[in-house]
DNA sequence: GCGACATAGGTGCATATACACCTATCCGAT
DNA sequence: ATCGGATAGGTGTATATGCACCTATGTCGC
């Protein structure tokens, strides 16, 4: 055990607030059986429309197999599907179902209580500041 | 696919920035063989001493089944041994081993370094205050 | 057309995280 | 002494995340 006051680890006091953040969310969206992992995947495609397993990676920034497994339990339930590429037989195409799309409208609301919970108490405009520079310096 | 600016998910900007950070730790801790959430738990280790799992998860604000998970492969390593206690024999004693400490003293240079990149360019002061705002908003 | 390299994707493995459910033990009230 | 609730911990299952390694296929230079 050493002494003296421990200098405090950056990373590990993020990691606790997406922790914590992260609860919240995924509470919030309960009542329509998402996590807030999920919906954000489902919003990503319906802005993006039908794309690649990789494009999809790169825009959300996460690992390519990560996003592969990450679409398993939306695929599961219907809400994407994963058809392959006219063009290229390699790709894999993502895209929404209109279960998917019914998803999205159905949890939105409830999505919005979450952020407005937290906007309101922590101006979101900083969080993302702080989020980029982090993201920049990494 | 719909259409007009979508607005931004605090929650998944802050993983975001979280996997991101992480990566840089986890890069930086790599010629120790330690991942940033293991340099934390050691520390937490080294600053309260022997201690039993629960309380050790509520230190780190960690689910007590997810502290006993991330042990394994600290126990694995002989990083931390896990005994019984005298007083209450339900209980499990976490405690650092000598080869623990050893880990702790060799990965301090890299975290630090770790540390300092990203404080240099991110005023860790406004990162602790936004993570422990979250937290409470949470 | 063929060979070298790049690209799309999958699988195995490991860690991180949490919930539901289980057992064992302690402790206070009767 | 015992019974009931609280507490310490484990296990099963599921998701989230990334690395190493594999296959299949496209593409470009010759």
């Known amino acids: 055990m050493s002494d003296g006051p421990a200098e405090p680890c950056t990373c590990s006091a993020l990691r606790r607030a997406t922790r914590a953040l992260t609860a919240s969310y995924d509470a919030a969206l309960k009542p329509v059986g998402l996590r807030v992992t999920q919906f954000a995947l489902l919003r990503y495609l319906d802005r993006l429309g039908p794309i690649p397993v990789s494009r999809l990676a790169a825009e959300a920034a996460l690992e390519r197999t990560t996003m592969g497994r990450n679409l398993d339990p939306l695929k599961r339930r219907g809400l994407v599907a994963i058809t392959p590429s006219a ?46 520079a982090l993201i920049a310096a990494s």
């Open 87 to 132: 063009e290229d037989p390699r790709a894999r195409i993502v895209s929404l179902t209109d279960a998917g799309r019914e998803a999205i409208v159905a949890a939105t609301p409830y999505w919005r209580a979450a952020q407005a919970r937290i906007n309101a108490r922590v101006d979101p405009a900083t969080v993302s500041a702080v989020a980029e």
